[in-house]
Each structure stands twice: as C-alpha cells, then as structure tokens.
C-alpha cells in the first residue's frame, strides 16, 4: 500500500513562516492536496493540484511538490492557522491520507 | 451551496452492522466527473479513506476494508449509502462524506459534510 508521511507537530512564532511536509514514494508525479482541521470541526481543503488555492483560502497559503515531499507552506503565520493539517494524495484508484501534523503558533 | 450531512445510528454492537447515507444538495452525481467519498476519523487519530462512489457508478474501496464496505447511490434522491459489516469496537469514529468536484486533477475533497460519531461498544 502507498503511505504518506506527515511530521506530527509543527511550531511556528506568529508572523513567521511554517512549512509542514509530506513524504510519498514518487510523490512529485501524484496530485497533492492538503486539508486544515480545526478542533471538532471537519477538514477543509487548503490546497488542491499540489499549488492551487480554492476560493477563499488566504494567499499566505501555497504548496508544492517535486521528487519524493510536498509542502505546505504558510507565510506569517497567525493563531488562526493553529490546527491539524493533513496531506491526501491518490495511488492505484486509492485515496490516501498522511498521519497529519498538528501546527502550534506560539 | 453544496452541502453534504451524514446520518446513522450513534451506537452498535460488535459483529452489527453500521449503514451511512449521506445526502447531498447543490450538485449531481450523474456530473461527469463528479464522486463522493466516504472518511473516518477516529477519536484523536487521523483521517482514514474508507470508499468513493462516481457518477458513472465506478466504485472503488480502501483495501484493508474491502471485504467489510458496500458504497452505493441514488443519484434521484441526491443520497451515497456506505455499510460496513461486522462491526469491531475500532471502528469507532466519525464518519464523513466528502464531495470529489469536477476539474480537479486527482482526487481531492472540496465540500465536507459535519459528520456523525459511530461508537461501536457491547
């Protein structure tokens, strides 16, 4: 089975910038995407294509892919942005889903 | 707006079985192109892919369940029904339906439902 591989915990000071990685075998020739999750709330995609932001996801947000990581990336990070964020990606009609990582801005 | 709501039975036994429906607005699953999902989420653990149902009836299952999952649809009634037999007390977890839009490379969920906590306990 494919797996992906998260990081559990990132910390980040407000206003600096956290990057949250995920590791797959030749994931840079998969689709990425990533999900925030808010306590008791259900995720919300942040990141779709490996880069591309849906409607109302602040610009601070962008992703990358290439080789064996994709990336996460949030510029001036803010309080808002302290949640479970998870990367999802697809291999053999499975969809899969990395451990998460948990961002504390502190 | 898409909106997506799970409902079914907030407790079981061990070897019962669980039935999900999921009942969508704001899309059609006869869209090509269109899927939905189904997703777990134990309490404190990650999320963990169970099944996905297309608008031309391509199913396809997480392969540790496969043998425990039936995903089906009734595109008139806007409704995906998962089941899972024989119920374990790991299968614990809210359980969330997730819609695959179109014009995305890959899969991806862009619309969730709130979900519905299972437990499963004798």
């Known amino acids: 089975s494919y797996d992906l591989t998260q990081p559990p915990s990132v910390s980040v000071s407000p206003g600096q910038t956290a990057t949250i990685t995920c590791s797959g075998d030749k994931l840079g020739n998969k689709h990425v995407c990533w999900y925030q999750q808010r306590p008791d709330q259900p995720p919300v995609m942040v990141m779709y294509?490996?880069?591309k932001r849906p409607s109302g996801i602040p610009e601070r947000f962008s992703g990358s892919n290439a080789g064996n990581t994709a990336t996460l990336t949030i510029s001036r990070a803010q309080s808002v942005d302290e949640a479970d964020y998870y990367c999802?990606?697809?291999?053999?009609?499975?969809?899969?889903f990395g451990g998460g990582t948990k961002l504390t801005v502190l | 707006q898409i909106t997506l709501k799970e409902s079914g039975p907030p407790l079981l036994k061990p070897t019962e079985t669980l039935t999900l429906t999921c009942t969508f607005s704001?899309?059609?699953?006869?869209?090509?192109?269109?899927?939905v999902g189904w997703i777990r989420q134990p309490p404190g653990k990650a999320l963990e892919w169970l099944a996905m149902?297309?608008?031309?009836?391509?199913?396809h299952y997480s392969p540790g369940l496969k043998n425990r999952l039936t995903i089906t649809k009734d595109s008139s009634s806007n409704q995906v029904v998962l089941t899972i037999t024989n119920l374990d007390l790991v299968d614990t977890a809210t359980y969330y339906c997730?819609?695959?839009?179109?014009?995305?490379?890959?899969?991806?969920?862009?619309?969730w439902g709130q979900g519905t906590l299972v437990s499963v306990s004798s």
């Open positions: 149902i297309y608008w031309d009836d391509d199913k």
């Open positions: 999802q990606s697809y291999d053999s009609n499975t969809v899969v």
């Open positions: 294509q490996d880069s």
């Open positions: 997730a819609q695959r839009p179109v014009g995305i490379r890959g899969t991806a969920f862009a619309n």
């Open positions: 704001g899309f059609s699953l006869t869209t090509s192109g269109v899927g």
